[in-house]
């Protein structure tokens, strides 16, 4: 009599099984990855009245109005998602879950400060640090996870306001000295910076953002934070402990709710947001712009646009054919920590001065059909990785890290017993 591999029993509280996986979520995570990548490869754009060409202009536009500050919020949603969905799992099990995501958070926080000192631009250790704040208000009731989440952006942009005001026009002779002495130390960081991608080594690159997460960790402003990713977050959390994700038939018409008052909400607000961008960029001698107020807009209706898309994607997956469709993003979405650090490495082995150099040396718009093809080329790789192995190579290094143990890592292939003729 033959026998065959048989699937481990799960562990009290282990990895997420394949069974397990909402691939919907996936593609969400994928469609994020893809929007992120877009925005961080065109990030240094010079605006409106610095494009060198009608094609830029033509990349430009579409890119600040659909996707800048659009991907953020859909990465931290999901974050906030995927807490709810593992607590979840957790408590049906009857495991602890604190330590484990505790321990979780400390990993990613890692990869994430490791990540900062080779790459210009990083947000996981962000999230593992805002993370930790969704432990004590996991309990609250949804509703009041709404109302937080939007007192958390209005407590975020008072705080910058009074910022920008105290630096704007300082009132006493010590905050005049403060704004001065900030301005200097920036001016400086910024010229050391600036130094090293365009002339320095890679160590030389490595010790000036290894300087520059220091300083950011030192002065981490917590009610910045609290708008930008936290609020994201108890959104997530919310649709989590509903349940919206795992049972999207019973929550079609909710969100199709969410979709169109986050949909009309956000597009009115960014256009008025980049009008006004348009205007006080291209009339250089114009006065008197409301600087506060276009940043609170810009503040409430990006992410506002970003929870839209989500609702309108989720919807669009209930069709079984845009499903199989967009299926291919999926697997680009099951191993996104491992893409998104991809991404940095092409970057810097592009653009840096110790690759190819190629910074200052494309347009916008051919950075943007760059970051399209490196796209193209997540979908193909992951999908041949997943076809043989069970987590992305950061995904398994994150989990045997934090479970103390390797975790098996080749798709087991469950074979079928040949029946009597």
Request: charged share 15%; hydrophobic share 50%.
């Amino acid at each position: 009599m033959p026998t065959f591999p048989t699937t481990p029993s799960l562990p009290a509280f282990g990895p997420v099984q394949q069974s397990e996986r909402i691939e919907t979520l996936d593609i969400l995570r994928g469609f994020a990855l893809f929007a992120i990548l877009v925005v961080n490869w065109t990030a240094d754009s010079p605006g409106p009245r610095g494009l060198a060409s009608a094609a830029d202009w033509i990349a430009y536009w579409p890119i600040q109005f659909l996707l800048q500050e659009k991907a953020w919020p859909v990465f931290a949603f999901l974050f906030g998602l995927g807490f709810a969905i593992q607590m979840q799992r957790a408590e049906a099990r009857g495991s602890h879950f604190v330590s484990v995501y505790a321990k979780r958070l400390l990993v990613l926080f890692l990869i994430g400060a490791a990540h900062f000192m080779l790459a210009e631009r990083d947000i996981v250790h962000r999230y593992a640090i805002c993370g930790l704040l969704l432990l004590p208000v996991r309990r609250l009731h949804p509703k009041l996870l709404v109302v937080l989440a939007l007192l958390c952006v209005l407590v975020a942009w008072t705080n910058r306001s009074q910022i920008y005001f105290r630096s704007a026009s300082p009132q006493t002779a010590q905050e005049l000295a403060e704004v001065t002495g900030r301005a200097a130390a920036n001016r400086a960081r910024a010229a050391e910076r600036n130094r090293a991608y365009a002339s320095g080594t890679f160590g030389q690159v490595v010790s000036v953002r290894a300087r520059d997460l220091g300083a950011e960790l030192s002065s981490w402003n917590r009610f910045n934070w609290l708008g930008d990713p936290f609020a994201p977050f108890l959104l997530g959390l919310y649709a989590g402990r509903r349940r919206v994700f795992q049972e999207v038939a019973k929550h079609r018409e909710f969100l199709r709710t969410v979709m169109w008052w986050t949909l009309g909400f956000g597009l009115a607000g960014n256009t008025v947001f980049w009008g006004l961008e348009f205007v006080y960029d291209l009339g250089g001698g114009i006065t008197g712009r409301p600087e506060q107020l276009v940043r609170l807009v810009e503040r409430l209706s990006s992410p506002t646009m970003g929870l839209a898309y989500i609702a309108a994607l989720t919807l669009l997956l209930e069709r079984g054919a845009w499903k199989e469709r967009l299926a291919p993003i999926a697997s680009v979405g099951r191993m996104c920590l491992t893409n998104y650090l991809l991404q940095s490495l092409v970057w810097v082995l592009l653009f840096n001065k110790y690759g190819l150099g190629w910074l200052g040396q494309v347009n916008l718009f051919n950075r943007a059909m760059l970051s399209i093809l490196v796209f193209v080329v997540h979908i193909v790789t992951s999908q041949w990785w997943m076809r043989r192995f069970r987590f992305g190579p950061v995904e398994w290094l994150w989990r045997s890290l934090t479970y103390g143990r390797f975790q098996p890592m080749l798709v087991q292939k469950i074979l079928v017993a040949p029946t009597e003729p």
